[in-house]
């Protein structure tokens, strides 16, 4: 049996669920923090297209839908062999707090020996929300002009 990698970080992010869940599955508040295309569908078997870098496309489709509380789609990178589409799974679970969102999320299911851990640190930063990339959207006075 291949051996997998999961990776798990929680971020809280000062703003209620229902605006986190919005920047997680709405292509322009999306854009507002990673990427130079999005094209969501979020719902099962929706689509997950995400141009994150201008030449890298990240493509997946959802799996679970839970507005305001949890998503989970899967996630790979165009024409790639590492990392194909559909090849790893992203869970993002949002837990209501008195003075924000606790975001916890997973990464499942990639295969170690295809997958660095120097890579999932690297795929991490380019996820303001859960690695604090200097692109984040999701700070107090974003979220408040979006609410």
Same mark, same amino acid.
């Given at each position: 049996m291949q051996e997998t990698l999961v990776v798990r970080r929680e971020q809280h992010v000062p703003a209620p669920p229902a605006v986190v869940f919005a920047f997680l599955t709405d292509p322009e508040k999306i854009l507002r923090?990673?990427? #130079?295309? $999005?094209?969501?569908?979020?719902?099962?078997?929706?689509?997950?297209?995400?141009?994150? #870098?201008? $030449?890298?496309l990240a493509r997946g489709s959802f799996r679970e839908v839970v507005p305001v509380h949890r998503l989970a789609y899967s996630f790979g990178w165009d024409g790639s062999e590492v990392v194909p589409p559909e090849s790893s799974l992203v869970e993002i679970d949002l837990v209501e707090q008195p003075d924000g969102t606790a975001a916890p999320a997973g990464c499942n299911r990639f295969p170690l020996w295809r997958f660095a851990v120097d890579s999932v640190r690297a795929r991490l930063r380019i996820w303001p929300i859960w690695g604090?990339?200097?692109?984040?959207?999701?700070?107090?006075?974003?979220?408040?002009?979006?609410?």
């Amino acid at each position: 049996m291949q051996e997998t990698l999961v990776v798990r970080r929680e971020q809280h992010v000062p703003a209620p669920p229902a605006v986190v869940f919005a920047f997680l599955t709405d292509p322009e508040k999306i854009l507002r923090w990673m990427g #130079t295309e $999005a094209n969501v569908e979020p719902h099962p078997g929706g689509l997950y297209l995400v141009n994150v #870098t201008g $030449a890298r496309l990240a493509r997946g489709s959802f799996r679970e839908v839970v507005p305001v509380h949890r998503l989970a789609y899967s996630f790979g990178w165009d024409g790639s062999e590492v990392v194909p589409p559909e090849s790893s799974l992203v869970e993002i679970d949002l837990v209501e707090q008195p003075d924000g969102t606790a975001a916890p999320a997973g990464c499942n299911r990639f295969p170690l020996w295809r997958f660095a851990v120097d890579s999932v640190r690297a795929r991490l930063r380019i996820w303001p929300i859960w690695g604090g990339s200097r692109r984040s959207a999701l700070t107090e006075n974003s979220i408040q002009s979006q609410e």
